[in-house]
């Protein structure tokens, strides 16, 4: 019997997956706190990313994000 798929991790904040397809490009994902949030939700600084996160530790996630 074939295992079940993982369920498809998501931007928590935006629902973008992490998986790539033809109508929605790959985004890269950042775990924290149980949460899972895309470059473009933390660049946006949306407030829910700020009420977990702060934005201290959210500006340097973003200065960070690659490396």
Known sequence: MKEPMPDQMTCTFCGRSFDASPEQPQRELR?????????????????????????????????????
Request: charge should be negative; proline fraction near 5%.
């Open 31 to 67: 775990p924290l706190y149980d949460e899972h949030f895309c470059l473009d939700c933390a660049c946006h600084a949306d407030p829910a990313i700020l009420a977990v996160v702060g934005e201290d530790r959210l500006l340097d996630l973003i200065e960070n994000w690659y490396g």
